[in-house]
């Protein structure tokens, strides 16, 4: 077995791995088709994953933050399109969005006018820019929902249907609404590939 690592700035793919227990080489054997070798430099940041390397990390490591870490981070595209989910506690999560959905329950009137005659008069453009700014941030916040809802070894988990009643809308283990990349709605990402431990 080896020994545990001393570095001070450890990468989300290390810091994954050594919540699970593994060493490298048990890591290897997980991941099936990433050596030790390439684990070591991934984690020691002489090599950027490819993006297959991440998703499969991210499966089997039940960590699916990974694969937005590196789109933000590594990926051109996901650095332009892809902003990063900081990690908070599900309480702190659930009142932000509460705050952002009261908001925009006030502001469902000026988008109804807005969208009436069919196109956004220049005059309007203010209001609309600001209405889509808080669903920017209701997306974000559903996102930062989803990864803190996932089951983590040894730590309690927030059931689907309590997240549906919180959020007002139905629910199921096989999909969460999170923000599709640059567009201005929900979209839908399939949990199979994180099943919950």
Known sequence: ????????????????????????????????????????????????????????????????????????????????????????????????????????????GCLIDISADGSIDPDELADFLRIQRELEQISRTVEATYFAALPKPGVWSVSTRSLSMVLGMPMNRTSLPVRAAKRESLSTVSMESFPPT
């Open 1 to 108: 077995m080896g020994r545990a690592s001393t570095r001070q700035n450890k990468t989300p793919y290390q810091l994954a791995r050594e919540e699970l227990g593994l060493s490298r080489e048990r890591a290897a054997e997980l991941l099936e088709t990433i050596p030790a070798e390439r684990i070591e430099r991934i984690e020691s940041e002489r090599s950027l994953p490819r993006p297959d390397e991440v998703l499969r990390m991210a499966q089997r490591y039940k960590k699916p933050s990974l694969c937005n870490a590196y789109c933000a981070r590594a990926c051109p595209i996901g650095q332009e399109y892809v902003p990063e989910i900081k990690p908070k506690e599900l309480p702190a999560i659930v009142l932000e969005m509460l705050a952002t959905l009261n908001t925009l329950d006030r502001e469902r």
